[in-house]
C-alpha cells in the first residue's frame, strides 16, 4: 500500500535552526500539497506543486518558507530559522491529477517542536 | 475570516445510532465539498464527497447531504459503530482553485 509517505514524523528543532520535512507522494500522483494544522485547529492550505512548479503558493508565508518538487524525489519544504509559532503538525497530500474534484490523499504528517 | 465552519467541536453518540455532523460555509464560489476522518497520530483520510450539482451522496454507512440555499452540509452515518470514534472535518474547494479549505473539526466518539 504505497501511500503518501512523509518523513520525518517527529522533528525537534531550537530557535533559529532549519527544518526539512519530506513527502513521498502516491506512486503515480504527480500533485503535491502542504498543509499546516496549528493545535485546536482545522488544517490551513500552503502550497500547492506540481513537478518542478510552484503552482500556488497563497497559503506560504512570505519569509522563512519554501518548499520544492524536484523531477527525482520528495517534495521538500523548508523552514529556515524556525520560531516556536511553527511548532505545528504538517501535511503533505497527494492527488493524480490536480482538479479541483481530484481527491487529495494525506500522508501522516511531520509534528514539529521547535523549543 | 473562517470560510468553512464546524459549530460543534465534539459530540458523542450511543453505538447504532445516527451521528449527525454539520458543517456551514461562506464562500459562494465553493463548488465541490468532502468530508475527512482524522485519528490521532495519523493524517486524514477521505470519507466522502459531493459536487454542487447534487444534494445528496450515499456511500454505505455515510451520507452526505448538502444544502446550498442555506450553504450548510452534514454527514450523517447510520448506525454509528465505536470505530467511527475520530475527529470529522469538514473541506471544501471551487473549481478555480485546487486548495482545501478545512473547518475546525469535530470530535465525535460513540459509545458502545
Known amino acids: 500500500n504505497a501511500g503518501v509517505m512523509q518523513n520525518p514524523r517527529h522533528l525537534v528543532r531550537r530557535r533559529g535552526q532549519e527544518a526539512r520535512l519530506r513527502c513521498s507522494p502516491v506512486k503515480g500522483h504527480s500533485h503535491v500539497y502542504w498543509y499546516r494544522q496549528l493545535p485546536e485547529e482545522g488544517l490551513k492550505f500552503m502550497v500547492y506543486?506540481?513537478?518542478?512548479?510552484?503552482?500556488?503558493e497563497s497559503g506560504m508565508p512570505k519569509e522563512r518558507f519554501s518548499a520544492e518538487f524536484p523531477k527525482e524525489g520528495p517534495s521538500i519544504l523548508r523552514i529556515q530559522q524556525v520560531v516556536r509559532g511553527d511548532s505545528a503538525a504538517y501535511f503533505c497530500a497527494s492527488s493524480a491529477r490536480g482538479g479541483a474534484t481530484d481527491t487529495q490523499y494525506f500522508g501522516p504528517g511531520t509534528r514539529l517542536t521547535v523549543l | 475570516d473562517q470560510q468553512v465552519k464546524q459549530n460543534s467541536p465534539s459530540l458523542s453518540v450511543q453505538e447504532g445510532r445516527i451521528s449527525i455532523l454539520n458543517c456551514d460555509y461562506t464562500n459562494s464560489m465553493f463548488d465541490y465539498f468532502l468530508w475527512y476522518k482524522k485519528y490521532p497520530a495519523e493524517g486524514p483520510t477521505f470519507l466522502i464527497s459531493?459536487?454542487?450539482?447534487?444534494d445528496k451522496n450515499e456511500d454505505g454507512r455515510f451520507t452526505v447531504f448538502l444544502n446550498k440555499s442555506a450553504k450548510h452540509l452534514s454527514l450523517h452515518i447510520v448506525p454509528s459503530q465505536p470505530g467511527d470514534s475520530a475527529v470529522y472535518f469538514c473541506?471544501?474547494?471551487?473549481?478555480?482553485?485546487?486548495?482545501?479549505?478545512f473547518g475546525s473539526g469535530t470530535q465525535l466518539t460513540v459509545l458502545p
Open positions: 506543486l506540481q513537478k518542478e512548479n510552484i503552482i500556488d
Open positions: 473541506a471544501a474547494a471551487s473549481g478555480s482553485a485546487r486548495q482545501l479549505t
Open positions: 459531493i459536487s454542487s450539482i447534487k
